[in-house]
């Protein structure tokens, strides 16, 4: 189902494109455009343009190079690997703007030192001062972002220091809430924290028998949500950070075959590729 190699008139050729590599993925918060994706253990980062945000950097494109601020959840690679490409592509060509990176206090220290010793970085540290870049950040601390905008960082439970972030107006309803890596734990014993427009959180096992495994290794699992959903006051819940390869009708089926009996609209934040009946075709 990849598209095919193309040549023009002037004989350029160019590549096929890559069918599994539909990543960057766009949502609608009531208004406010959610951009981004989030496979386990390969890539999340999102970006709320409105607030020229990005919520993690696990890599780095187009639209989450123009952000002026990072809220990092963790420091897990598949969160933070794509931070020197932003840092370099951000502070080149949206240098008049501000750059921010915010993350878990216990973690700053050792970042800066790692992107003071990163080889043939000399560029990014001529053109900013990274230890005024990088912010640490305790949990109920907030911060504001451009736009009206703030991002509250709250406690979440994974292996390593790690927030989640609530996004939105200052002092109003969040339009996102980013739970990053962890157990559902914290949103059973306080599911408020989850009450925005959208709710990302962590799916990264979904099969049948994984769910112990899901808690031990620090992460959700889809039975997790699909148990708490009646008791969430989110508009929508996305279920995000999913199992690379995973198919669209698998997350279909395991939910179709115990769907919560009241709660939000459930999204999964992944491309719709090979669902029958409804995906989208675009081959050709
Ligand atoms: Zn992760």
């Given at each position: ?43 999340t980062a999102f970006a709320v343009p409105r ?25 897990h690679s598949d969160h933070v690997a794509g ?126 028998g994984t769910r112990v495994a899901a808690r ?69």
């Amino acid at each position: 189902m990849s598209g095919e190699e193309r040549s023009v008139e002037n004989g350029a050729r160019f590549p096929a494109m890559v069918r599994g590599d539909r990543w960057e993925l766009s949502w609608d918060a009531g208004g406010t455009e959610i951009v981004g994706g989030s496979v386990a253990a390969l890539a999340t980062a999102f970006a709320v343009p409105r607030y020229s945000v990005a919520v993690d950097m696990g890599r780095c494109s187009m639209t989450l190079a123009a952000q002026g601020t990072v809220l990092l959840t963790h420091c897990h690679s598949d969160h933070v690997a794509g931070l020197l490409a932003w840092l370099s592509a951000h502070t080149r060509r949206f240098r008049e703007g501000t750059t921010r990176v915010y993350l878990p206090a216990d973690r700053r220290e050792a970042l800066v030192e790692a992107l003071r010793i990163w080889p043939d970085l000399d560029g990014v540290r001529r053109r900013v001062d990274l230890d005024d870049v990088l912010a640490g950040v305790a949990p109920g601390e907030a911060v504001p972002l451009s736009g009206g905008g703030e991002a509250l960082a709250f406690a979440v439970r994974h292996t390593v220091p790690s927030l989640g972030w609530a996004v939105g107006p200052a002092g109003a309803r969040p339009d996102a809430v980013f739970a990053g890596d962890g157990t559902v734990e914290p949103f059973r014993e306080n599911p408020g924290l989850l009450d925005a427009g959208l709710a990302l959180v962590d799916c990264t096992l979904v099969e049948p028998g994984t769910r112990v495994a899901a808690r031990l290794a620090g992460h959700g699992h889809l039975k997790d949500w699909l148990e708490l959903a009646p008791s969430l006051g989110c508009d929508t819940l996305a279920l995000a950070h999913l199992p690379p390869g995973l198919e669209a009708q698998r997350v279909v089926e395991l939910i179709g075959s115990e769907p919560p009996a009241s709660g939000p609209q459930l999204a999964v934040w992944m491309a719709d590729d090979g669902i029958e009946n409804g995906g989208n075709d675009d081959a050709g």
